[in-house]
């Protein structure tokens, strides 16, 4: 498989996605949810025709752009030589992939941060650590089945993952972890992925919103920023219904001993009558609109539910950000979970 306009070639396994094929080679393509949900790797067939596509769903890929020659990396198997145009893509980042790998973890400790989110830790086991980018996410496979769940790493630690995970009613993944999984239990996980991932740009700000457990990657280049002392303007826009929906601030907040020119700007969509708070009110990308007029020169970041993505998307090209440079992480769920 060859891929243009990057001129890149690997060998594909016809039983595996031409994704997964590239990750496991190091070749770090643009891609979101890897079940054909959310388009992040769509791209176009140059040449080659016998490609077969598992389950996806069209609002990823109309039947009218298949017919023309899209297709989505994350549901594409391979039969013949093929030549594959990349739509969206960063060629420094296509290049500096890290191959994924299997790995077990221990549960080290399950915190109940709000009604809805647990923050889970896990120390690796086997392999004892994993070299991922702060941003970038795993698989995570529920004990006992085959089914296993994506979720974002909050922590910058080789050795130590940090998530924090929204529990649904009926979700698969969530209700095991909040009814059966306990400290000392392990799991078995695969990654890294994403590529919600901190680009190198020293003179461009940053703007950083958030919603729900989207809290994580953005909590993990927060974090990395203040590791590493880089200094760039962020703004972190975070939204919550009440303030018992808000967790991580105090951390958060400190941040900014290590990051002078960094501002946390948490905002609540249905403040609780009686609850202490003057903060800002409204959904965040009503108050983002408040706060900032001109992002032309800003990288910015999203990762949260999907239609604050979708808002939020159009709103920050409205005040100049450029789209090349608005990144995100836009949870799809699977069986009624993220």
């Not at 994704?19 to 959310?38: D, I, W, Y």
């Not at 109309?62 to 549901?75: A, I, Q, S």
């Not at 994403?194 to 953005?218: C, H, K, M, Q, Y």
Request: aromatic share 10%; hydrophobic share 40%; proline share 5%.
């Amino acid at each position: 498989m060859r891929f243009e306009p990057v001129g890149i070639e690997i060998e594909v396994d016809e039983e595996q996605t031409v994704l997964r094929s590239a990750s496991e080679q190091g070749l770090m393509l643009m891609h979101g949810c890897k079940e054909g949900q959310c388009a992040a790797c769509k791209s176009f067939v140059l040449d080659g025709d016998d490609i077969e596509l598992d389950r996806y769903s069209t609002f990823a890929l109309p039947d009218y752009e298949k017919e023309e020659g899209f297709t989505l990396l994350c549901r594409a198997h391979v039969y013949e030589d093929v030549t594959i145009e990349l739509l969206n893509f960063d060629e420094e980042m296509i290049r500096s992939g890290l191959p994924i790998l299997n790995a077990v973890a221990e549960v080290v400790s399950i915190d109940q941060v709000t009604h809805d989110l647990r923050h889970l830790v896990l120390q690796l086991i086997e392999p004892a650590e994993m070299t991922f980018f702060p941003g970038q996410y795993v698989d995570i496979k529920v004990p006992g089945t085959e089914i296993t769940r994506s979720f974002s790493m909050a922590t910058t630690s080789k050795k130590r993952l940090e998530f924090v995970i929204k529990v649904y009613p009926d979700g698969i993944f969530s209700s095991f972890l909040d009814q059966k999984l306990k400290v000392g239990d392990r799991l078995e996980l695969t990654g890294p992925f994403g590529v919600f991932t901190l680009r190198d740009a020293p003179d461009r700000d940053l703007i950083f919103v958030g919603g729900g457990a989207g809290l994580a990657p953005i909590l993990a280049l927060l974090r990395s920023m203040a590791e590493r002392g880089i200094q760039r303007k962020a703004v972190f826009y975070y939204g919550a219904r009440t303030a018992k929906d808000l967790c991580f601030v105090s951390e958060i907040k400190a941040l900014k001993q290590k990051l002078p020119d960094f501002q946390f700007v948490p905002a609540l969509s249905e403040p609780a009558a009686g609850e202490d708070w003057d903060g800002e009110v409204g959904f965040i990308t009503d108050v983002l609109k408040r706060f900032e007029v001109d992002l032309r020169g800003a990288h910015a970041y999203l990762c949260g539910p999907p239609p604050m993505v979708e808002a939020a998307m159009p709103l920050l090209a409205q005040l100049g950000a450029p789209e090349k440079h608005i990144y995100y992480d836009k949870f799809t769920t699977t069986g009624g979970e993220d």
